[in-house]
Every structure is written in structure tokens, then in C-alpha cells.
């Protein structure tokens, strides 16, 4: 049995075992036997996802089992210090799609907003050109489902179209694991300097390919020289530096820049308050540490409001509300602000996107989400 199947398997006994507990009294000798059965259950998926974490990304069964269970679970953490997770938690419904732009407009917080809209004729022309790059995380099944081939590209495309029109010849992509984005744009800008930048990497500077670069170490702390960068990207990753380490690489990003080059956070992850999702799995499910100084830090300092998710595969989310967003970052940084809306024509739903010879004909219609935001930042 690998790895995957018996970790479902214990999933399922779990189940009934957990179902089974209720009939009895807290106090009882059936309800302590059966606690002690579910912990060595836990126990048992805890030890086969640190030694194999990828039946965790793999398998939306698992992750929906046990963020549903994480109660029940005694790895994960329930209070920090007092504060009950399960009741300090966004409210259940999902935050209105305009809340970010509505919570600028009606408050005196000097951020520019926007709209952008992508020309569906020049998306697909991207998605021609690259698609074999997207071919490995995205030809064999719909990778999180096929909605999110469509918001990953769509964040390619954009990126990419700016680049092209700042005419940027250096450009460095932070948080660049699990993505061909460097390869994209070296095909899409063949004179241009591409750097990919992630934590995981290895420390020293590599090169890939001519004038493509893999550079390690923390976002934080950039081995690159002051005004040497033209564009730099962020696509799905600084809501994930946990700490001060948001405001810390964007202070080196300043740094950086080239007058008149800019930086572009893609998504810009946003609530109406501001938020602290956590992955129990991921990062806490054997990570008291992290739980006392990372989110303690977030609630107690910050006023973070804080839930458990499986929503997303990373431990930490960062959900700027408009006023932290100012208040934490772009107060402290002397770049202009502009966000935009992005903001779909209903010609991408009526229309073939990609043609069925690409892919497995898995993405030929396109799978609407809910509005996403980008934040532009300039140096002068």
C-alpha cells in the first residue's frame, strides 16, 4: 500500500472511530479507550507526512479530513495563550469581492485603484506561445482543479504584459519555486536578464541558461546591487513571509529598483479585516513554535483575526485589510501604490481559450473565479 492509500485508510477508520466516541460519556472507560486509539491514528499520519508531505498536496481527501477534524486532532494546537482558534476565526461567510476597493474608497488612505482589464485575443496568443511550459504542473490532470490554470496564467499573462510594456530588461521573480515563470519570460523577452528567486533554493547564484538565474536565500536580504533591477514579480508568495518579512523584502525590492522600475504583487491577497489563515496540517500539526512566535505575534500586536484552513496548501496567509496594507507597508516605503481590479470580459466565457490539441483538452473553457486584485509599485 503506498504511501497516499494508507493514509486515506487511516482517514476512514479515524471516521468511524470518531463517530463511535460520541455514544459515550467524556468520563468513561470506552471514551478514554477510544481517545487513546484516535491519537495513535493521528499519530500515524502525523509520521508518514513528515517523512512524505506529498500525499498532503496530492490528495483533496486528506487535506478536507483533516482540517475538518483538527479538533480532534491532539498535534494541533487549540489556544495560543487563551485565544480559542476555534471561535477567533473570520466569520463564515466569504468577504464581498469589492471589499478592498470599497474600504479605500470610503476612508481618506491615500492608495490609487484602478482597473485592468486582459484582451482575451492577446491572453490566448500568451498561452500559444508558453503552453509547453505549463505542460508538466498542468498536463496530466487539472491541478487543483482547472479554475486554477486559468487565475496561474491569467497572473502570467499580466506580469508578462507589463514587463513588456516598461520595456524592463532585468527582471527577478520572488518566490519563484513550483513555477517555469523565469523560462516564460526568457521566451517571451529573449534579450532580457531573468532571475528566480526562492527561499529553498540553494544559497550561490546559478545560472540556468543564458542570462537565467536561480538565486537562494531570504527575500529579505537580496545579494543584488542598489538600482540594478528594472521589474520585479510576486506571484501567489509574499503573503506567505511570515513575521516582518513582508515589510522587509519589500524595503529590499525599493532598494533594488531602478528609477522608474516597478513591482507587482499578484495576487494581492485582501479581507475586510485583516487576517491570519493557517494550514494545521502544514505548519502547526507539528509546529508548536510557530504557532507561539509567528501567529501570537499576529493576534496580540496586530489584531489579526486568525482561522484554520486547508484552502490553501502553505501553513501562513497573510489577508491584508486597505488600512494594514497602508499602515504596514506602503507608509514605510517611499514607492507609489496603485491596485487594480482585474476585471474579465464575458467574452472569455463565450469562447474557446485553448485549443483541445493542448493539455488533454483539459482548458478549452474558461472557468470563471471571484475578482482578484494587484498591487503596482513604482520607484521615481
Do not use: W
Not at 350 to 376: M, V
Request: glycine residues 4%.
Amino acid at each position: 500500500m503506498n504511501n497516499t492509500k494508507h493514509i486515506q485508510a487511516c482517514c476512514d477508520v479515524l471516521a468511524e472511530l470518531l463517530a463511535e466516541r460520541t455514544k459515550f460519556s467524556p468520563q468513561s472507560l470506552e471514551y478514554l479507550k477510544h481517545d487513546k486509539i484516535i491519537s495513535a491514528y493521528f499519530a500515524c499520519i502525523r509520521a508518514h507526512l513528515e517523512y512524505d508531505i506529498r500525499p498532503y498536496y496530492a490528495s483533496q481527501r486528506i487535506r478536507d479530513f483533516l482540517n475538518a477534524t483538527y479538533q480532534d486532532n491532539p498535534f494541533v494546537p487549540k489556544h495560543l495563550d487563551g485565544i480559542d482558534l476555534a471561535v477567533h476565526k473570520l466569520p463564515a461567510s466569504t468577504p464581498k469581492n469589492d471589499c478592498l476597493l470599497t474600504q479605500i474608497r470610503n476612508s481618506d488612505i491615500p492608495i490609487a485603484v484602478d482597473v485592468f482589464r486582459p484582451r482575451l485575443a492577446a491572453y490566448r496568443q500568451f498561452l500559444a506561445d508558453n503552453v509547453q511550459f505549463y505542460a508538466e504542473r498542468f498536463g496530466a490532470n487539472a491541478l487543483h482543479g482547472a479554475g486554477y490554470f486559468f487565475q496561474k496564467t491569467l497572473e502570467h499573462f499580466i506580469t508578462s504584459y507589463l514587463i513588456g510594456l516598461n520595456h524592463a530588461k532585468v527582471i527577478l521573480d520572488i518566490g519563484a519555486a513550483g513555477h517555469t515563470y523565469a523560462k516564460i519570460i526568457k521566451n517571451n523577452y529573449p534579450e532580457a536578464v531573468v532571475i528566480a528567486q526562492d527561499l529553498c533554493f540553494p544559497a550561490a547564484a546559478k545560472e540556468l541558461g543564458a542570462n537565467v538565474f536561480q538565486l537562494g536565500g531570504s527575500a529579505a536580504a537580496l545579494p543584488l546591487d542598489d538600482s540594478t533591477v528594472d521589474f520585479v514579480t510576486f506571484h501567489c508568495s509574499v503573503e506567505h513571509f511570515e513575521g516582518s518579512a513582508d515589510l522587509e523584502c519589500l524595503r529590499e525590492v525599493e532598494r533594488i529598483l531602478k528609477p522608474g522600475g516597478k513591482a507587482v504583487i499578484i495576487p494581492l491577497h485582501h479581507n475586510s479585516r485583516y487576517s491570519i489563515v493557517i494550514n494545521p496540517i502544514s505548519g502547526p500539526f507539528a509546529d508548536d513554535a510557530f504557532m507561539q512566535k509567528v501567529l501570537l505575534q499576529e493576534v496580540v500586536e496586530n489584531n489579526a483575526c486568525c482561522h484554520y484552513s486547508t484552502a490553501y496548501i502553505s501553513r501562513f496567509v497573510r489577508q491584508y485589510s486597505a488600512g494594514m496594507l497602508f499602515e504596514r507597508l506602503l507608509s514605510k516605503l517611499a514607492l507609489s501604490a496603485k491596485i487594480y481590479a482585474i476585471e474579465i470580459d464575458h467574452e472569455f466565457e463565450e469562447e474557446e481559450i485553448l485549443s483541445h490539441e493542448y493539455l488533454n483538452g483539459l482548458y478549452s473553457k474558461y472557468i470563471p473565479h471571484h475578482q482578484r486584485f494587484f498591487l503596482e509599485l513604482s520607484k521615481q
